[in-house]
């Protein structure tokens, strides 16, 4: 899919051509690193069942953990394109793709690195936002 998606048809990941694999795991390394920061609160709301015992629990948790993740894997493409974007226009006499298509480990690294970091940056802006905006299960407790 990212071969498609940044026109890289024509290229394989494998040992002949490093510099698309280095890049093409900085921008999974970023996905997984933003999405691991959702991981609390999708306990925190499995917790919910565990305290409160309610079996109509169980599509609230769901449905709570599939929307934080969704938009949490919304939110991680669309920080990564903006960067890519970002990138591109601050090195606008480096041919990006073409570099990676001629094997440039430079290149590569260089990509990878502005990504990763970018994403450390973003990490807990995307957070507060899932958390404010992705309502939690409410649990209703008559006594």
Known sequence: MLLKLFRLKDQKINNDNLAISIF???IIFSIGYLLSGIIPSIINAIELIRIHKQDSMYFEIFKYSSIALLIGFLM??????TSF??????TKYIKEMS????NN???AL???SILI???LICKDSLIFLLDIYVPQPEVVKFN
């Open 85 to 90: 974007t970002l990138l591109k226009s601050m």
């Open 110 to 112: 260089l990509l990878s």
């Open 99 to 102: 570099e990676l298509k001629q």
């Open 24 to 26: 093409f795991s900085g």
């Open 105 to 107: 480990m430079a290149v």
């Open 76 to 81: 991680s493409c669309i920080i990564l394109f």
């Open 117 to 119: 970091s970018i994403t």
